[in-house]
């Protein structure tokens, strides 16, 4: 077959399978609409003598309006029952006279009197009292409060204590140590001021109240339980208290390298660290997921009730954050309010009652984050946003 | 994020190679030098390589999280029955108590949990709160009062408590009145646990002013009535001999002013609620006037005049004087409300060819129209806090109580029905009572009162027949 033969049996082909499609397909597109069928009315033809009949019988159509008439009236007597049921009221007006003649007894408010805030709050409600703990048994000597450590500063007294632990600050050691062929007591006492500060307290102890307890400090040994959650004093003391002693001792000229190192490093630190306001502390791990996020929200959402909030409250977005425990329950003591917007003092304050009140409810069972990743979580920042909530 | 460290470190060693020469004030080449910087530098690169990928995967600070919806749902409180502390007060206590769960209950905003489910009973009032066993019965606030009989009075000891937070929420106060005050003070009691909670003042010491009507509708007789907010203790005002109509309180709750028709035409008295004593305001002869409403500092109203059949605002002093015109034009202009601070006015006009609102200068001037949606709107009120404007709305066939922002702007509808109208704000802004009537020869008006919110539609009982409420301010 050759090319010609082919174009032809393809035209062929083509104008075969269009006429076939006209034929299935346009008769039912191009179908005139079929018209519709003729109703017949069926007639049935009387005589005359019927018709006159009919006629005949007409007049008593004039009866039966005559009968719907008194239909009207009825509505009528439907109508007299509702005076009479408000007579059942109606008693009231006889005595109207009354009122305006008896000057109103005005409620005696002028004996109300003011507010006497001061007789309830004498006793302050307690909680149940506590129960009593058996860890006395470990402690009788020493008060719970930590004691503080000696101040050399203070007590002139050269003693051992620097010893253990004075080495906390390695660039000092190198300066403090070979003096120590001097004079023990004025030489202890200088790398004392540069290396010994991470040990001092913020309290002065004086020679008086050292001279004993300083023997008896051995904290560890029968330290009580922490009776609260402490209120994470301790990452801030110990930075400032490792980096300070590397500072003042060193001023400037001891290593170059490692110092633009950490200064980079610092600078990078901080950059990451900037506007979270984060503990500094890095985490470990995967992140917190989306999802696990999102498990979370509709924790903390399903306890937040926004029904008592004033109107001014709900225009009010609160931010708190809250410290974590490894098994997912929010330190209660720890919730703070953090920041507000777009309310009053006293609004932010309902807010911030409201939104604790979600955390504190919610997270009494724990809330779905996973433990493995409890050093992402460890802190937490709840915005709450009512703007959703507002009266619209 | 850690991306700019490598960066970063490199050019802080540089940068502190440039800042050690600037100290020692070197500016030349430093060729024995240069391989301590070329370390410094290499240290810094490697330092960026080793720590970078770390840190990158930390993540600084809190875990933050935004929660944009919750729940609304009713406050749940425990008020377990006042204890009385003297043996004739075991009743009264009994009754404080009752009242003020209702007035709580009543907002919509708190939910009572019956006593039967305590777990803790107060046998007296100092005694400890025991937070666990309400925490177990899920509730928020716990209510702890005492009432006593000293000297012929009622006294009244209450103390709040946030179960959560495991503390007191506000002092403890102490409230003392003769017996026949006993709802007063419990209503003092409810106003005080109300603000504590949501923040806002609340509006259960205050009272209703409204016509009381009976009869029939085609022979309806109305006198002027007082109540609490709640309906009780009701006092007439005026005998039923005249009509009267649409009662206002002056700021300081002292007096009333109502329009009355005992002249055949409208006009406008003036009632002190102290001794029942009404004197006619004076008036040019030959007008009508109606609508009436006291300023915000009770010296002066502003009402409607009718004269030579067009109607006008005017003003006047409440002791007298010439009163003075604030609009005219040859529409009707009524209903004229004044804002908080009384700088300006709110009222309905028909100028634009049907009833709009409009707010202009409290002295006067041109007025700006501010609704605009379908429908006819009439008897704005201006809130006492002053951010919304309460309407009667009339739309395909329907009457609505709505709120809209003083722009005119966010109006939302509260209400739907056969016959809303009249508008009355709370002392507190947050609920508007209104009349609604129903339909049919023996349909009749009722006060009912709704949440701005729009929800806690509920009738106000006690008062029967009612009509034109407007609400007191909060009682001293």
Not at chain 1, 349 to 357: F, L, M, N, S, V
Not at chain 2, 7 to 35: C, H, L, N, S
């Amino acid at each position: 077959m050759d090319r010609a033969d082919k174009i032809g049996t393809g035209v062929s082909a083509v104008l075969h399978l269009g006429v076939i499609a006209w034929v299935l397909l346009g008769g039912s597109w191009f179908k005139p609409k079929p018209s519709e069928p003729i109703v017949m009315q069926e007639v049935s033809v009387i005589s005359e003598a019927e018709f006159s009949a009919m006629v005949a019988a007409a007049p008593k159509a004039s009866e039966t309006p005559v009968a719907e008439m008194p239909a009207q009236p009825q509505p009528q007597p439907v109508e007299q029952p509702a005076p009479e049921e408000a007579p059942v009221p109606e008693p009231q007006p006889q005595p109207m006279p009354e009122p305006v003649a008896e000057p109103e007894p005005q409620p005696d408010m002028s004996d109300l009197e003011p507010v006497e805030p001061a007789e309830v709050t004498e006793v302050p409600p307690s909680m149940m009292p506590p129960v009593e703990v058996p860890q006395d048994t470990t402690t009788p000597d020493f008060s719970a409060r930590p004691v503080p450590k000696p101040a050399p500063r203070v007590a002139p007294k050269p003693a051992e204590a620097p010893a253990p632990d004075a080495k906390v600050s390695e660039l000092a050691e190198p300066e403090t140590r070979p003096e120590e062929s001097a004079e023990p007591e004025q030489v202890i006492e200088e790398p004392k001021e540069e290396a010994a500060p991470p040990e001092a307290t913020t309290e002065i102890v004086t020679e008086a109240t050292e001279t004993e307890e300083v023997a008896k400090t051995s904290a560890p040994a029968s330290s009580a339980r922490p009776r609260t959650k402490p209120a994470k004093p301790a990452p801030a003391p110990t930075e400032t208290a490792a980096a300070k002693p590397a500072a003042a001792t060193k001023p400037a000229e001891a290593k170059p390298a490692t110092d633009a190192v950490n200064d980079a490093l610092a600078e990078a630190m901080a950059e990451e660290a900037q506007g979270t306001g984060g503990t500094g502390r890095a985490a470990s791990g995967p992140p917190v997921t989306a999802g696990e996020k999102e498990a979370l929200i509709v924790d903390v959402k399903a306890c937040w009730n926004v029904g008592a909030l004033s109107s001014e409250a709900l225009r009010t977005t609160v931010t708190l954050r809250v410290a974590m425990n490894p098994d997912g329950k929010p330190d209660i003591g720890s919730i703070e309010m953090v920041g507000y917007e777009g309310g009053s003092d006293a609004a932010a304050r309902q807010a911030y009652e409201a939104g604790r009140r979600a955390i504190v409810r919610c997270g009494s069972d724990g809330f779905p984050l996973p433990a493995e990743k409890y050093d992402h979580w460890r802190e937490i920042e709840i915005v709450f946003n009512p703007e959703k909530m507002r009266m619209k | 994020m850690i991306t700019a460290s490598f960066g970063q470190i490199f050019a802080a060693a540089q940068a502190d190679v440039m800042r050690r020469d600037a100290e020692t004030g070197y500016k030349g080449p430093r060729p024995e030098r240069g391989m301590a910087s070329m370390m410094r530098i290499a240290l810094a690169a490697l330092a960026a390589l080793m720590i970078g990928p770390a840190m990158a995967q930390a993540q600084q600070g809190p875990l933050r999280i935004e929660i944009t919806d919750g729940v609304i749902e009713p406050l749940p409180y425990a008020l377990p029955t006042f204890v009385a502390e003297t043996g004739d007060a075991g009743q009264m206590a009994n009754d404080i108590t009752r009242v003020i769960a209702a007035d709580l209950s009543g907002t919509g905003l708190f939910r009572e949990i019956p006593e039967s489910a305590h777990i803790q009973r107060f046998g007296a009032f100092d005694m400890p709160v025991s937070y666990p066993d309400w925490q177990a019965i899920n509730a928020q606030a716990l209510i702890v009062g005492g009432v006593s009989m000293q000297g012929g009075k009622v006294v009244v000891k209450f103390r709040l408590f946030d179960i959560y937070s495991g503390q007191q929420l506000g002092d403890g106060q102490q409230l003392a009145a003769s017996p026949a005050s006993w709802r007063r003070l419990a209503h003092k009691v409810a106003d005080v646990i109300y603000s504590r909670v949501t923040g806002e003042s609340g509006y259960f010491d205050s009272r209703v002013v409204f016509v009381s009507e009976t009869g029939p509708k085609d022979a309806r007789q109305k006198r002027l009535a007082v109540a609490d907010y709640d309906g009780a203790n009701i006092q007439y005002l005026t005998d039923s001999s005249t009509i009267v109509l649409a009662p206002r309180f002056s700021p300081d709750g002292g007096r009333v002013l109502y329009t009355t028709f005992e002249t055949g035409f409208p006009r406008i008295k003036m009632l002190d609620t102290r001794n029942v004593a009404a004197t006619l305001l004076p008036e040019i002869p030959g007008t009508m006037t109606f609508a009436p409403r006291f300023s915000p500092d009770g010296g002066s109203i502003v009402y409607s005049m009718e004269q030579g059949g067009n109607t006008d605002l005017w003003t006047m002093g409440v002791s007298g004087g010439s009163p003075s015109r604030l609009t005219n034009s040859p529409a009707i202009e009524t209903a004229p409300s004044y804002s908080p601070d009384g700088s300006r006015i709110v009222f309905e006009s028909d100028r634009s060819g049907t009833q709009q609102l409009y707010i202009m200068s409290a002295g006067g001037g041109e007025p700006t129209r501010i609704s605009f949606g379908e429908g006819r709107y009439g008897t704005p009120v201006w809130s006492p806090r002053g951010d919304l404007i309460a309407f009667t709305k009339q739309h395909a066939g329907r009457f609505h109580i709505g709120v809209m922002r003083t722009d005119g702007s966010e109006e939302r509808l509260l209400t739907a029905s056969f016959l809303d109208e009249g508008p009355t704000w709370s002392p507190n802004g947050r609920v508007i009572m209104f009349t609604r009537e129903s339909p049919g020869a023996a349909g009749g008006a009722q006060l009912f009162s709704v949440d701005i919110s729009g929800r806690n539609l509920k009738k106000v009982d006690g008062v029967g027949a009612a009509s034109d409420p407007a609400w007191s301010p909060l009682l001293p």
